[in-house]
């Protein structure tokens, strides 16, 4: 029977061990849903088809992967109803089965297969609240046609299973799906990527010579022979950047590669190597706070704080927003006793050990002003 209290269970290592052991030891463990496999094909009359699968099940306390190899047939969808897995443990090999049945508020350890919708005795099936174990392996991972798909035709599709992109707009979720298109088989090689559009559905374009990345968001390269019927699992190459990432360990960062990683080991011992070495820190200080507005009266003089001013700072400069016409100056700063005038007659920025100094120009009504330091820190 279930065990109701909190427990240990400790299994050393290489020690063998029975399958209530086992079986408690993953609960909470791998995650619960749909590994692979597990859709339906319509057979009329309300009747559906469910293929094999592979699923990790739970029932609170006890879990249990299963694998079913063949396919069941005359199962009864509902109308608008979820079509769900079920299993409770029974300490009974002759009562501890699976059990597959339709509802409308599926319970907390139900694993989701499809939602069904039934018009004129013909069901279909929407994946998109299908449970998907939340594993990094399964996100956006491009698929061969499955059982189901073979016998419904779609032999030169792909599916693509659930995950989340991120837009201009920001992120859109993506169901487990079908490609929209499919690949045409013809005498050559036809070479093809798999893609997510910005709208979350998979793509298939597809070319007899080169392959074109530009403004794609692949995740799979297809190569199909010539006369292709049914695509394989050999003709996909996976790309998504975040599972094949390739990482190189190189402190001096010498290989220069645009679609390799860095351990983070690498990066902190070249930016330390390059920073003592013949680069220059440099970083850039605005003074905004508090300053009086300027007008064509006469200069200011503000105070930069930067210690050792003359040696340390590399470039001022002075935007300066006139409040009654709108005209925006910038007005780059000199050295001491060096004034530079540009865009505006009368305009010069200089600064010396202590000081950025200011005089408008000849053309300014009145204005604001942010002032920008680099400097060698």
């Known amino acids: 029977m279930p065990i109701l209290s909190n427990q240990t269970v400790t299994l050393l290592y290489l020690t063998p061990a029975n399958s209530r052991d086992v079986n408690l030891r993953h609960q909470s463990i791998r995650e619960v849903g749909v590994y692979s496999g597990g859709y339906f094909r319509n057979q009329g009359s309300s009747l559906v088809t469910l293929y094999p699968f592979i699923c990790e ?42 059990s ?26 929407d994946y998109s609240e299908r449970t998907v174990p939340n594993t990094l392996d399964l996100h956006l991972k491009t698929e061969a046609p499955d059982a189901a798909m073979i016998a419904n035709g779609d032999l030169m599709k792909v599916r693509v299973r659930a995950g989340r992109i991120q837009t201009a707009e920001g992120n859109v979720d993506v169901s487990e799906q079908i490609s929209a298109n499919s690949i045409t088989s013809g005498g050559s090689t036809v070479y093809a990527l798999v893609y997510i559009d910005d709208s979350g559905v998979p793509q298939i374009t597809q070319d007899t010579s080169t392959i074109d990345y530009s403004g794609r968001r692949v995740i799979a390269e297809l190569t199909v022979p010539p006369s292709t019927t049914t695509l394989t699992s ?12 390739n990482i190189l360990d190189e402190d001096n960062l ?40 300027i007008t064509t009266t006469g200069s200011i003089s503000i105070p930069h704080e930067v210690s050792s001013a003359l040696s340390k700072i590399l470039n001022v400069s002075v935007n300066i927003e006139d409040t009654f016409l709108g ?14 005038a540009t865009g505006q007659p009368g305009f010069s920025v200089t600064y010396d050990s202590s000081n950025i100094n200011i005089t408008a120009g000849s053309d300014l009504s009145e204005g604001t002003y942010k002032i920008a330091i680099d400097y060698i820190l």
Do not use: C
């Open 57 to 98: 099940i739970s029932d609170g306390t006890y879990q249990v992967r299963v694998e079913m190899d063949v396919a069941e047939t005359g199962i009864t969808a509902v109308n608008n109803q979820y079509l769900v897995l079920t299993w409770t443990y029974s300490g009974s090999a002759s009562l501890d089965k699976i």
């Open 100 to 125: 597959i049945s339709s509802t409308a508020s599926p319970g907390a350890n139900d694993i989701i297969l499809a939602y069904t919708t039934i018009s004129g005795g013909n069901v279909s099936f």
């Open 234 to 245: 050999s003709m996909i190459k996976d790309v998504r950047t975040f599972i094949n990432m």
């Open 254 to 293: 010498s290989s220069n590669s645009d679609t390799a990683g860095a351990t983070q080991q690498s990066i902190k011992a070249y930016v330390d190597a390059t920073l003592n070495g013949s680069q220059t820190r440099v970083l850039r200080k605005y003074l905004t706070d508090s300053l009086p507005v």
């Open 327 to 340: 005209n925006l100056y910038v007005v780059p700063g000199s050295k001491d006793g060096d004034n530079i």
